[in-house]
């Protein structure tokens, strides 16, 4: 075992983690909001708008992420080319973006229902009685309460899609552990650089979870 | 004339019927007690004026506007009414101080000063200015139930109901909760109460409404309610020697 490259490695191993970080931070924000979204339509009382919003979770919590990465990766600019009527290059990075921000919001989706269904029924009387739109109770009282509770879940999640941001190595992006194995083979020194690239996904990984833990008990109190 | 006007409602849960036939009206300044054993509807009925319970037969006005009536713009409607709840249900995220003046600002349209003068005049009269910036988890259940009574105030509504307003409080604290209500019967505002606090009934009210399983028995002037005993619903005496045995 040689690990005398990684140093010299670490600019371009960095340039990789900063996609891996963008990604996920940009995935968490979309599939949220997209996943809140989904939520309010699952609850809807029209049947219609509840069931499409039930069939689209229960389908992509049904097929595997890399399906929808690959898949997405060819569909995107097919769809625009649809919608536009010209030849767009959308590139790797949005694609798998789209891919991880409606993937993902399936996830987020039953995580934002719990906690909106945690909130009891009163808080939203109280919230129409004093004149708010059903909009403005969900915004101003609902929402921020439940997502105060539901904030552990949510990283926990984060974090699981953390780990699977790594997928994107097969549309050739660039991520940190497709820059630790291209770097590694380079050098001669594949195993090294695995080795490397699994011990940092775990220490930030174990690190960030036992903070979840953490801030579960202080939150539970 | 009639604040609140409730004609010949019925309500169904599938199958099975909450309310039958409902019939009332509460007259401006008036106060009615609307009392009953758990479970005949008095709850649903209170909730029906306001729209928090929708009901599929009859009709309820409040100020001539009808509750309803599906073009009604019900946050509108609601804004104008006051509600106590009997879990309190302050908003638990929010300031005492935000929890008075969310509304104002964001469904008035009153400015942050306005919104804070006014909260914080109606804090003041039911005793807790000190506690403006607490949570309402730092406040005993009678001072968050204070609290719910002088945020619904501040709206300045033409009306005020109260669902069961001290049913969830410890008994030392039933007090300083019935005293705002009294003080404010006073005032001449006009309410709607669901409560077993007979004596709360006997100091202010002008009428007490008596349910059972979702119908009205009695409706009377609190004079005869309480000094004519013997005339009341077999159902009424039951009730009644139940809860003032003690």
Known sequence: MDFSQIIPSLPSLWDGMKLTLQL????????????????????????????????????????????????????????????????????????????????????????????????SKGQINAAYAVGMTYSQAMRLIILPQAFRKMTPLLLQQTIILFQDTSLVYAVGLIDFLNAARARGDIMGQSHEFLIFAGAVYFVISFGASSLVKRLQKRLAV | MSMIEIKNVSKWYGDFQVLTDCTTNVKKGEVVVVCGPSGSGKSTLIKTVNA??????????VDGVSVGDPKTDLPKLRARIGMVFQNFELFPHLSITENLTIAQQRVLGRNRDE??????????????????????????????????????????????????????????????????????????????????EMGFARKVANRVIFMDRGAIVEDCEKEEFFGNIDARSERARQFLSKILQH
């Open chain 1, 24 to 119: 996920l931070v940009l995935a968490v924000a979309g599939g949220i909001a997209l996943g809140t979204v989904l939520a309010l339509a699952r609850m809807s009382s029209n049947a219609m708008l509840s069931g499409l919003a039930k069939a689209y979770v229960n389908y992509f919590r049904s097929i595997p992420l890399l399906l929808v990465i690959t898949w997405f990766y060819l569909a995107v600019p097919m769809i625009l080319n649809w919608i536009t009527g010209e030849f767009v290059a959308v590139g790797a990075f949005t694609s798998c973006l789209v891919a991880f921000v409606m993937f993902e919001a399936a996830y987020y989706c039953e995580i934002v229902r719990a906690g909106i269904q945690s909130i």
């Open chain 2, 115 to 196: 919104a804070m003068q006014k909260g914080m005049h109606y804090l003041d009269r039911v005793g807790l200015k000190a506690h403006a910036g607490k949570f309402p988890g730092q406040l005993s259940g009678g001072q968050q139930q204070r609290v719910a009574i002088a945020r619904a105030l501040a709206m300045d509504p033409i009306a005020m109901l109260f669902d069961e307003p001290t049913s969830a409080l410890d008994p030392e604290m039933v007090n300083e909760v019935l005293d705002v209500m009294v003080e404010l019967a006073h005032e001449g505002m006009t309410m709607m109460c669901v409560t077993h």
């Open chain 2, 52 to 61: 928090l319970e929708p009901f599929q037969k009859g009709e309820i006005f």
